[in-house]
């Protein structure tokens, strides 16, 4: 069982002060990586750039996109854009890879949207051709860290990943753009031991991106808050208080969950979004390393 560690999305960039005082707090408060998403719309960073940046002000924590949208690219030019940040991060870049899940941002980049099988299997095109780039670059190959939720990805991961991402948030077949379906805990069971059969004799480290950190002394409230402001949510507040994409409690309430969580799920590496930078923060200071 692996020990913990913790991550920070970063999802908004104001301005170069900013991004630097935000990665460098972010090491401060003992986060052991900073990530960024690949997403389009307004407001959305570019995640290499912004990696790299972050790289030039800190000094151990890891970057890496969470994930990559690997269907965006053209893979000769991904490939080289990669190899390019591992040098600049000087080798502290984990590459998230996925097969991206929201049509419309394929549809304002102006690419063709592709079933789930075709996205996926350029996902898994992608693995050898940036294999043989940084064999041919002479450049070190990054820790790969593969998510998503469908049988192939997760089959992509059990085969090749290093770190396997897990959300439980899917985007719900038939909805509009922004509405989700979040998986309750038995489904999450279900979804990592897809996993685990695939990756039997190999160890992968296992992340969850945690969708709502709420420190409270009142956790079933926090819950019933959250559902009332999400219009899409298919989870009562009893499956909520279950879900492992939420963290609701005290400090020492959260702690148990986690490594309650640890042990049902394997989930060591955990993220959560930038607004639980701070909140967090005594989280991470009590379990980090252990």
């Known amino acids: 069982m692996g020990k913990f560690r913790f991550g920070i999305g970063l999802r908004t960039l104001e301005n170069q002060d900013e991004w630097i005082a935000k990665c460098r707090r972010a090491e401060a408060l003992g986060y052991g990586a900073i990530t960024v998403p690949d997403h389009l719309g307004t407001g959305r960073m570019a995640p290499f750039p912004a990696l790299t940046a972050a790289a030039a002000v800190t000094e151990r924590i890891r970057l890496g996109p969470l994930v990559s949208n690997v269907p965006f690219y053209n893979l000769g030019l991904f490939a080289r854009e990669v190899s390019t940040t591992v040098k600049l991060t000087g080798g502290r870049l984990d590459l998230g890879l996925g097969?991206?899940?929201?049509?419309?941002?394929?549809?304002?980049?102006?690419?063709?949207?592709?079933?789930?099988?075709?996205?996926?299997?350029?996902?898994?095109?992608?693995?050898?051709?940036?294999?043989?780039?940084?064999?041919?670059?002479?450049?070190?190959?990054?820790?790969?860290?593969?998510?998503?939720?469908?049988?192939?990805?997760?089959?992509l991961a059990a085969a090749h990943a290093d770190i396997v991402g897990f959300a439980g948030l899917r985007q719900a077949p038939g909805k509009p753009p922004g509405t989700f379906v979040l998986d309750d805990a038995a489904t999450m069971d279900e979804r990592v031991g897809h996993f685990r059969t695939g990756a039997v004799g190999r160890e992968v480290e296992a992340n969850m991106l945690v969708q709502k950190v709420t420190v409270t002394d009142d956790r079933r409230a926090a819950a019933?808050?959250?559902?009332?402001?999400?219009?899409?949510?298919?989870?009562?507040?009893?499956?909520?208080?279950?879900?492992?994409?939420?963290?609701?409690?005290t400090v020492d309430e959260i702690v148990e969950q986690l490594v309650a969580r640890r042990e049902r799920y394997g989930f060591s590496y955990i993220t959560v979004f930038e607004p639980a930078l701070e909140s967090f923060a005594p989280v991470v200071a009590e379990l980090s390393g252990k």
């Open 99 to 155: 097969a991206g899940h929201m049509k419309h941002e394929f549809d304002d980049a102006g690419l063709p949207w592709s079933p789930a099988r075709e996205r996926i299997a350029y996902l898994g095109e992608s693995l050898g051709a940036l294999e043989k780039h940084f064999e041919d670059e002479g450049v070190e190959a990054p820790p790969l860290l593969i998510a998503g939720n469908s049988d192939g990805v997760l089959d």
């Open 224 to 249: 019933a808050a959250w559902a009332a402001d999400i219009p899409w949510l298919n989870l009562g507040v009893d499956e909520l208080l279950e879900a492992p994409q939420l963290l609701l409690g």
